[in-house]
């Protein structure tokens, strides 16, 4: 069964570094998106990208925050200048065309990847 | 503010009964109710999607969604200990317009604990 695929699975990083976080959603799929869980919270949105352009993007996603399609298949999240906050499970996730097979914007989520900023 | 309310458990139940989880949310023009599955250190996993008033079945789940209540709510029949997990209810709250599909609001979860 197609998956989300994630990598890597755990990033460790210092304070102030940049870090790129990599997707590769299901294939057929068009519209990508990042959560984020920090430890013991809830899933947070941060930004939906369709057409090789951010559809929407929470609060969290600031400027020290990027995405990129940088070729057919991959799909990442740039993080310009780690702080410690920015500790967390990143989740990304892809959803297919509005309306495909009776499916109403359902995202599958990948395993994640476990970001530590020391 | 969109905001995703649960309860946030533990729920505690004995394996073979009833598991009820219940959500409910602030944004009226939501179209899109799923269940997702969230076992410790791992991702979410769908196991449930509603989009219409009234009940949905799958297997030993049952979603439940009254849009007039701004309610919904997971049944699990026969729980088994491997059912234990966070159940997370998301909303879709944004409408459909130019390339948005809308994202998700996810509540903070129902720790739900099935014992043997």
């Known amino acids: 069964e197609p998956e989300v695929t994630q990598t890597p699975s755990h990033q460790v990083t210092q304070m102030g570094q940049e870090v790129i976080l990599r997707c590769v959603p299901i294939?057929?799929?068009?519209?990508f998106y990042w959560y984020r869980q920090i430890l013991g919270q809830k899933v947070e949105f941060l930004v939906s990208?369709?057409?090789?352009?951010?559809?929407?993007k929470s609060e969290i996603f600031d400027d020290q925050f990027s995405v990129e399609r940088p070729d057919g298949s991959n799909f990442t999240l740039k993080i310009r200048s780690t702080k410690l906050e920015d500790s967390a499970m990143y989740f990304c996730?892809?959803?297919?065309?509005?309306?495909?097979?009776?499916?109403?914007?359902?995202?599958?989520f990948g395993a994640g990847t476990r970001l530590s900023v020391l | 503010q969109k905001e995703v309310e649960q309860n946030s458990g533990p729920l505690s139940v004995p394996e073979g009964a009833i598991a009820s989880l219940n959500c409910t949310y602030s944004d009226r023009v939501s179209q899109s109710f799923f269940w997702y599955r969230q076992y410790s250190g791992k991702s979410p996993e769908l196991i449930m999607s509603?989009?219409?008033?009234g009940d949905k079945e799958d297997g030993r789940f049952t979603a439940q969604l009254n849009k007039a209540s701004q309610y919904v709510s997971l049944l699990i029949r026969d729980s088994q200990p491997s059912d234990s997990a966070t159940y997370l209810c998301a909303v879709n709250v944004s409408p459909n317009y130019g390339g948005s599909q809308g994202n998700l609001i996810f509540g903070k979860g129902t720790k739900l604990s099935v014992k043997p």
């Open positions: 509603i989009y219409s008033n």
């Open positions: 996730a892809s959803s297919p065309l509005m309306g495909d097979r009776g499916s109403k914007n359902i995202q599958y």
């Open positions: 990208f369709y057409n090789n352009e951010i559809s929407e």
């Open positions: 294939s057929n799929h068009l519209y």
